[in-house]
């Protein structure tokens, strides 16, 4: 197999050419899209990409409440380490630029930061400290804080833009938007959650496994966003795995759109329960996403003693190499599921573990099923989704996670992509 040479691009403008022709099949017909109000939304080329928009400015009409999760990383990102120093919780504006992650980029990322959100906090008169920065792309590289300030004086004279066109310009090796729009009835009153998400490789939960971005069109606390992101954190995006690599960029926030006013706290549940469904579309567009995908793999393991157990399981086997190349060349090889089980360390009694593809069941009582119909189980290895269940028989705790295939296209793709 041979790669183009990739340090040929030292800045890695763009990784366009190499993940064009492996569109996900997972990728939807049709894009939820929004004209949202509250805020304007504007996109430019700048020039950390060869081709297509990639830098994002959002601006609010107010300083708004906002919560945010980052990566976990022991090696966090300038923009990380600049929000958490600077922001408490208020945001008058939004930038974030694809093609450089200004990660491991050391006093002078930071300082690059600086210029130019400055430059921005002057243009529309609030403080630095309620500017929130993101950047993703290549690991390394100093960013050029001059091609933001150039398109930052723009923005007085500039359309805004639509939900999708955000999009689109966060994107990396992503090969379809991640869009997800919401309403709910509270009060009388239409409420609207929506966001957009990237990602599509490095995508492993330490929150944030990406960058996303929600919104919720009515008045909420600090408090209160703070304690809607943590309840809806574990089953969405921290439930889904493309290499088990977590990004040194990862981040999630969440916006209080203030656009009407609602009881929240006697309404809780149902704000909760919406979030949940857009949180949980734009995590599994993620994960259908992963780079070179073919297939999506559903684990769900149940009766583990606790849920933390299951969850450990199920992700061990969500990111077995092993396990995924498995799946990739449609091979029903349960084997493998039972040494990423093992590997844990897990307290478990082997005898008990039970294990299905779909429908049939494999193995039980600490062996292989003897009726197994390898026809019909051949068929459904050829399925875009493929269900593993594990039943550990221990307790009534369960897990989901989410993780798809490993093939020569990921190879491919992160082969030649300076990262």
């Known amino acids: 197999m041979k790669f183009k040479n990739a340090r040929k691009d030292l800045n890695l ?58 990566s976990l990383t022991s090696t966090p990102s300038a923009p ?59 690991i390394g590289e100093q960013l050029d804080p001059n091609l933001i300030c150039k ?12 939900l999708i066109d955000a999009a689109r310009a966060i994107g990396t090796t992503d090969t379809f938007i991640k869009t997800a729009v919401h309403n709910v009835k509270i009060d009388n009153q239409n409420i609207k959650v929506y966001g957009f998400a990237k990602g599509s490789g490095m995508i492993f939960p330490n929150m944030g496994t990406m960058l996303s971005y929600i919104f919720i069109d009515c008045e909420i606390t600090k408090k209160i966003l703070k304690r809607l992101l943590s309840d809806n954190l574990d089953e969405t995006f921290n439930s ?27 309404n809780y549940n149902k704000i909760s329960k919406v979030l949940n469904k857009v949180m949980k579309e734009l995590s599994l567009k993620i994960i259908s996403d992963g780079e070179g995908i073919k297939k999506l793999i559903k684990i769900k393991v149940i009766k583990g003693k606790t849920i933390k157990q299951a969850k450990k399981i199920a992700f061990s086997i969500a990111n077995s190499p092993l396990v995924k190349t498995a799946i990739a060349g449609e091979d029903a090889n349960w084997g493998r599921i039972i040494m990423a089980i093992g590997k844990t360390k897990e307290k478990i009694i082997q005898d008990k573990i039970s294990i299905k593809l779909g429908n049939f069941l ?9 009726k197994l119909n390898f ?14 269940e594990v039943s550990l028989n221990l307790g009534n705790s ?22």
């Open 13 to 70: 403008r763009a990784n366009d050419s190499l993940y064009k022709n492996s569109k996900s099949p997972f990728a939807p017909k049709l894009y939820k899209d929004l004209n949202p109000k509250g805020f304007k939304i504007f996109t430019f080329k700048s020039g950390f990409k060869k081709k297509n928009d990639d830098l994002l400015i959002i601006v609010f009409d107010e300083i708004i409440n906002v919560a945010c999760k980052y």
């Open 375 to 388: 026809s019909k189980i051949d068929k459904y290895m050829k399925n875009k989704i493929i269900k593993i």
């Open 240 to 266: 889904i795995s493309v290499d088990s690599d977590t990004s040194t960029s990862d981040t999630l926030m969440l916006f209080s759109n203030p656009l009407k006013k609602i009881n929240v706290n006697s």
């Open 80 to 138: 990380i380490i600049w929000d958490k120093k600077n922001n408490k919780g208020s945001c008058r504006a939004l930038i974030v630029n694809s093609g450089n992650a200004n990660a491991h980029t050391g006093y002078i990322g930071v300082k690059n930061i600086n210029t130019y959100t400055n430059q921005l906090a002057k243009i529309i008169s609030c403080s630095t400290k309620d500017i929130l920065v993101s950047s993703t792309g290549v």
């Open 362 to 370: 494999l193995a039980s009582n600490g062996k292989k099923n003897k």
């Open 151 to 162: 398109k930052i004086k723009l923005i007085n004279n500039s359309n805004k833009k639509m």
């Open 398 to 419: 369960s897990s989901i996670v989410y993780g798809n295939d490993l093939n020569n296209q990921y190879i491919k793709i992160n082969a030649d992509y300076r990262s």
